[in-house]
Antibody, heavy 122, light 106 residues
Framework: EVQLVESGGGLVQPGGSLRLSCAASGFTFSYYSMNWVRQAPGRGLEWVSYISSSSRTTFYADSVKGRFTISRDNAKNSLYLQMNSLKDEDTAVYYC???????????????WGRGTQVTVSS | DIQMTQSPSTLSASVGDRVTITCRASQSISTWLAWYQQRPGKAPKLLIYKASSLESGVPSRFSGSGSGTEFTLTISSLQPDDFATYYCQQYKSYSAFGQGTKVEIK
């Protein structure tokens, strides 16, 4: 069974840092690009970041560019999101989602993990 | 950046109704569009990709159409499991989602 499990969320003060992880299983992780998508409380979905299968290509939403860094470890079947200089508006559930292909930018996402909650508050 | 706008934001319907949700892109995205369903407290689920291709395992009452800047998701006969929020997503340039359409019980 294809499965994605996020972890690393929690409560952090504004200006702080957090590192999210996503553990993948049930498929050949190194064959697929991956994405992070977030959802603020009561709001819609917001694409955050993309990484190609080889890590050669990364993309970011303007709202997080320069503050967040996406990475992956294919040997550990894991995806990461390093979040620095966190702001109140970064409060959201963060989902990892498998992309359709190995590279060329985001496509449609399937499946998604269950998400991890990040709360930025003093 | 490509902006996605869905209408309506909320839709009240009854079991058995035919439901249509519209998604408009701020510029042409050809058929680089997907649709997702999200139930409360759950992760989004892929329904449609490439504007009109039905994901495996998704009931045939769901269908998608459109190209360029205007797209629709249609549920031919609404079932109890279908009361949820639906999102469109463009992947022509990076990625972006519409704001969502909540389908609620009338």
């Amino acid at each position: 069974e294809v499965q994605l499990v996020e972890s690393g969320g929690g409560l952090v003060q504004p200006g702080g840092s957090l590192r999210l992880s996503c553990a993948a299983s049930g498929f050949t992780f190194s064959y697929y690009s991956m994405n992070w998508v977030r959802q603020a409380p009561g709001r819609g979905l917001e694409w955050v970041s993309y990484i190609s299968s080889s890590s050669r290509t990364t993309f970011y939403a303007d709202s997080v560019k320069g503050r967040f860094t996406i990475s992956r470890d294919n040997a550990k079947n894991s995806l990461y999101l390093q979040m620095n200089s966190l702001k109140d508006e970064d409060t959201a559930v963060y989902y990892c989602a498998r992309d359709t292909f190995a590279g060329s930018g985001p496509n449609w996402f399937d499946p998604w993990g269950r998400g991890t909650q990040v709360t930025v508050s003093s | 950046d490509i902006q996605m706008t869905q209408s309506p934001s909320t839709l009240s319907a009854s079991v058995g109704d035919r439901v249509t949700i519209t998604c408009r892109a701020s510029q042409s995205i050809s058929t680089w569009l997907a649709w997702y369903q999200q139930r409360p407290g759950k992760a989004p689920k892929l329904l449609i990709y490439k504007a009109s291709s039905l994901e495996s395992g998704v009931p045939s009452r769901f269908s998608g159409s459109g190209s360029g800047t205007e797209f629709t998701l249609t549920i031919s006969s609404l079932q109890p499991d279908d009361f949820a929020t639906y999102y469109c997503q463009q992947y022509k340039s990076y990625s972006a989602f519409g704001q969502g359409t909540k389908v609620e019980i009338k």
